[in-house]
């Protein structure tokens, strides 16, 4: 690179060294800044971040390796390369000071040809260090910032929203099911599908906000709001853009949706208590179905019994807001064999039918297709002729409080939901009865393999996240 590219630091406590070597580098090129301290010099560092810093070995407040070493501990964002001026040959001093994180030395007299042969070699190093930098920031995939960001842009954008006398909100997105992506249309699709995700999220991003990713199909944001309700909408609005977006990777149409978890963040939040907090209505919101954005305030009012106006949750919340969302529905024509294969694939214990219009017939149970399919002569027989047309079937809008009777009332395991006529959901007495309990991440665990069990397929994008 040029040398007009870079900013030198010089700092000695001897001014006559300072002039001689600022108005060289300046005659070949470089940006100059001078201290005539250690401390003068590390004030320096912080508001102007050179990418050199040339010290003197021996100043009077604080020698060069002192000065090393507090250079080192501060962590900054880009590296600083740094020479000494020495005039020792003592090699248990000069390892000390590579030990303090010295680059290297400029033997004294100084010779300048030297100097410029030691500042091309260190701009190898800080090129080399700023390539290495930008990927920890910047993931190269979806061209989102990293975690290292997050956690650095955390206390600046918590202390913003507190002198607006805001709320910053950690708000948690993890697409959906992202592994049949990659399986039905292969890992370079999927890539590509993440990175046209990253896109969508990102026009959904206002002022100086920007879009995490953390790790795999899962990004953050850091959203200021009045209120959760706001921070909800806005997390809500993200949700409708990727949910009516269709990506053509590789010239094949994919559809994703997203699940979404909202947190207000206390003053001095850390980066992984921030994570963790919108984690929990994030499981919830997979819980419930996916495909929508559950707020941690919303979570503490139906848990406590302390909704609007202090009344009861089960009058207040409707099926919507508890169902399992329906991820395929077949249609009247399809073989039992289909229907078999695809149930105990995804260990499910019943299918909801519709008609070519997506109107909901009824429903096939796990069980009956195991009995029909018992007999040879009725083996190619079609869902459509077996099914149960008269399967309790409820509104969206109905409660939770009609739902609960009317398990409280029948035998039934299982009540369909549907909008306009079309299902969209189920409710289970499982999942009904689990709702009296009190709800926390334990509650999502299981001592049964997954195999095993018949709502492995609840939250399984949460446990393989990493890599997915």
Same mark, same amino acid.
């Given at each position: 690179?040029?040398?007009?590219?870079?900013?030198?630091?010089?700092?000695?406590?001897?001014?006559?060294?300072?002039?001689?070597?600022?108005?060289?580098?300046?005659?070949?090129?470089?940006?100059?800044? #001078?201290?005539?301290?250690?401390?003068?010099? %590390?004030? =320096?560092?912080? &508001?102007? /971040?050179? #990418?050199?810093?040339?010290?003197?070995? *021996?100043?009077?407040?604080?020698?060069?390796?002192?000065?090393?070493?507090?250079?080192?501990?501060?962590?900054?964002?880009?590296?600083?390369?740094?020479?000494?001026?020495?005039?020792?040959?003592?090699?248990?001093?000069?390892?000390?000071? %590579? /030990?303090?994180?010295?680059?290297?030395?400029?033997? %004294?007299?100084?010779?300048?040809?030297?100097?410029?042969?030691?500042?091309?070699?260190?701009?190898?190093m800080v090129e080399y260090e700023g390539r290495?930098?930008?990927?920890?920031?910047?993931?190269?995939?979806? #061209?989102?910032?990293?975690?290292?960001?997050?956690?650095?842009?955390?206390?600046?954008?918590?202390?913003?929203?507190?002198?607006?006398?805001?709320?910053?909100?950690?708000?948690?997105?993890?697409?959906?099911?992202?592994?049949? !992506?990659?399986?039905?249309?292969?890992?370079?699709?999927?890539?590509?599908? %993440?990175?046209?995700?990253?896109? /969508?999220?990102?026009?959904?991003?206002?002022?100086?906000?920007?879009?995490?990713?953390?790790?795999?199909?899962?990004?953050?944001?850091?959203?200021?709001?009045?209120?959760?309700?706001?921070?909800?909408?806005?997390?809500d609005r993200c949700r409708r853009a990727l949910?009516? =977006?269709?990506?053509?990777?590789?010239?094949?149409?994919?559809?994703?949706?997203?699940?979404?978890?909202?947190?207000?963040?206390?003053?001095?939040?850390?980066?992984?208590?921030?994570?963790?907090?919108?984690?929990?209505?994030?499981?919830?919101?997979?819980?419930?179905?996916?495909?929508?954005?559950?707020?941690?305030?919303?979570?503490?009012?139906?848990?406590?019994?302390?909704?609007?106006?202090?009344?009861?949750?089960? /009058?207040?919340?409707?099926?919507?807001?508890?169902?399992?969302?329906?991820?395929?529905?077949?249609?009247?024509?399809?073989?039992?064999?289909?229907?078999? *294969?695809?149930?105990?694939?995804?260990?499910?214990?019943?299918?909801?039918?519709?008609?070519?219009?997506? #109107?909901?017939?009824?429903? !096939?149970?796990?069980?009956?297709?195991?009995?029909?399919?018992?007999?040879?002569?009725?083996?190619?027989?079609?869902?459509?002729?077996?099914?149960?047309?008269?399967?309790?079937?409820? *509104?969206?809008?109905?409660?939770?409080?009609?739902?609960?009777?009317?398990?409280?009332?029948?035998?039934?395991?299982?009540?369909?939901?549907?909008?306009?006529?079309?299902?969209?959901?189920?409710?289970?007495?499982?999942?009904?009865?689990?709702?009296?309990?009190?709800?926390?991440?334990?509650?999502?665990?299981?001592?049964?393999?997954?195999?095993?069990?018949?709502? &492995?397929?609840?939250?399984?994008?949460?446990?393989?996240?990493?890599? *997915?």
């Open positions: 690179m040029n040398s007009q590219a870079y900013r030198v630091l010089v700092a000695h406590d001897e001014p006559a060294v300072v002039w001689s070597l600022s108005n060289f580098l300046q005659l070949v090129g470089y940006e100059v800044l #001078q201290a005539g301290s250690g401390p003068q010099a %590390l004030t =320096a560092l912080e &508001y102007y /971040r050179p #990418q050199f810093v040339i010290a003197g070995w *021996e100043m009077a407040e604080m020698n060069g390796v002192e000065f090393c070493r507090r250079i080192r501990t501060r962590n900054l964002r880009d590296y600083t390369y740094v020479l000494l001026l020495t005039a020792t040959t003592d090699s248990n001093a000069l390892i000390e000071a %590579l /030990r303090a994180g010295a680059d290297d030395f400029l033997a %004294l007299p100084l010779v300048y040809g030297e100097l410029l042969s030691r500042l091309r070699a260190g701009a190898r290495l930098n930008r990927l920890r920031r910047n993931d190269p995939l979806t #061209q989102t910032a990293t975690r290292l960001v997050f956690d650095e842009m955390l206390a600046r954008r918590l202390a913003d929203a507190y002198n607006r006398r805001n709320t910053l909100y950690c708000v948690l997105a993890d697409v959906d099911f992202f592994a049949r !992506v990659n399986d039905l249309h292969g890992r370079l699709a999927g890539d590509a599908a %993440l990175a046209a995700i990253a896109t /969508r999220l990102k026009e959904q991003c206002e002022n100086d906000e920007q879009v995490f990713r953390i790790s795999g199909n899962r990004f953050a944001f850091l959203h200021e709001a009045a209120t959760e309700a706001e921070a909800v909408n806005w997390a949910a009516a =977006a269709e990506f053509s990777p590789n010239g094949q149409t994919v559809k994703v949706t997203a699940s979404f978890g909202v947190a207000a963040l206390e003053a001095d939040s850390a980066p992984e208590a921030a994570l963790a907090k919108a984690e929990h209505p994030l499981a919830i919101a997979k819980q419930a179905g996916r495909n929508r954005v559950v707020g941690a305030g919303k979570i503490a009012e139906l848990t406590t019994g302390r909704g609007a106006g202090g009344g009861d949750p089960l /009058r207040s919340a409707v099926a919507r807001d508890i169902m399992t969302s329906n991820v395929v529905s077949f249609g009247q024509q399809e073989t039992l064999e289909a229907a078999f *294969e695809f149930l105990e694939a995804c260990q499910l214990e019943a299918l909801s039918v519709v008609d070519p219009d997506g #109107q909901l017939l009824g429903v !096939v149970t796990a069980d009956e297709i195991r009995e029909r399919l018992a007999s040879l002569s009725l083996s190619s027989q079609t869902v459509g002729e077996i099914l149960a047309a008269d399967a309790p079937c409820y *509104e969206e809008e109905t409660t939770v409080q009609t739902l609960f009777e009317f398990f409280q009332r029948n035998e039934a395991n299982r009540a369909e939901i549907v909008h306009s006529g079309r299902p969209t959901g189920f409710v289970t007495r499982g999942s009904l009865a689990a709702l009296g309990k009190p709800i926390s991440l334990d509650s999502f665990a299981s001592s049964r393999p997954a195999a095993n069990r018949s709502d &492995y397929l609840l939250v399984p994008d949460l446990v393989a996240e990493g890599g *997915e």
